[in-house]
């Protein structure tokens, strides 16, 4: 059965950090891209950043350009988000996935969401 564990999450200030992680079993990690999503309160799920099975290939939203960086340890069958610089705006349940075929989609599996809560 494929899993993805997340890890990380939580309550932090305006301007803080959080680092989540993503761990993968049960697939060949490095052949596949792996993405986080969000959904904040209200809205629909939204694309924040992913990286392709070439590590070196990193995509960003706008908001997250600057601000947000995915990395990849194959060795560790784990991706990670290191979020800097939050804002009340971050705080969602966030989501990784992982796609057999592209960064863009579709993906194939899904972690359970984590809850990042920025306060004012």
């Known amino acids: 059965q494929v899993e993805l564990l997340v890890s990380g999450g939580g309550l932090v200030q305006t301007g803080g950090s959080q680092s989540l992680s993503c761990a993968a079993s049960?697939?060949?990690?490095?052949?596949?891209?792996m993405g986080w999503f969000r959904q904040r309160p209200g809205m629909d799920r939204e694309f924040v950043a992913a990286?392709?099975?070439?590590?070196?290939?990193?995509y960003y939203a706008v908001f997250a350009k600057g601000r947000f960086t995915i990395s990849r340890d194959n060795a560790k069958n784990t991706v990670y988000l290191l979020m800097n610089n939050l804002k009340p705006d971050d705080t969602a349940v966030y989501y990784c996935?992982?796609?057999?075929?592209?960064?863009?989609?579709?993906?194939?599996?899904w972690g359970r969401g984590t809850q990042v809560t920025v306060s004012s």
């Open positions: 996935g992982a796609s057999s075929g592209s960064y863009s989609g579709p993906y194939d599996y």
């Open positions: 049960a697939l060949i990690f490095s052949s596949y891209a």
């Open positions: 990286v392709g099975q070439s590590a070196g290939q990193q």
